[in-house]
């Protein structure tokens, strides 16, 4: 079973930053990628960033620039540094493994104020 522990959301005036951190164990391919997405009231759930086990990245057009995804130094952890936050990164952030198995942490809140 694998479990993934979330921690870092709150609340930010726009331009402002926050770093989420992640951390996964249990049983864990060693390909497995990690990734952070996020869902806004009435909104679908959608990939914020994602970290390959090659060290690739993946990011969502509208936060390339200001959201960084990098690995933590334990295994299977990751953390995003995201800056100049704007009032559209409202959402619950939700920690993803897939290994390939989607497995998912319980979610962080991130509220933005103008």
Known sequence: QVTLAESGGGSVQAGGSLTLSCAASGSIARAASMAWF????????????RIFYTDATKYLDSVK????????????????????LKTEDT?????NL??????WGQ??????SS
């Open 38 to 49: 996020r869902q806004a009231p009435g909104k679908e759930r959608e990939l914020v960033a």
């Open 65 to 84: 620039g200001r959201f960084t995804i990098t690995r933590g130094s334990a295994n299977h952890s990751i953390h995003m540094r995201m800056n100049s």
């Open 91 to 95: 959402a619950i952030y939700y920690c």
């Open 98 to 103: 897939a290994d390939p198995f989607m497995y």
């Open 107 to 112: 979610g962080t809140p991130v509220t933005v």
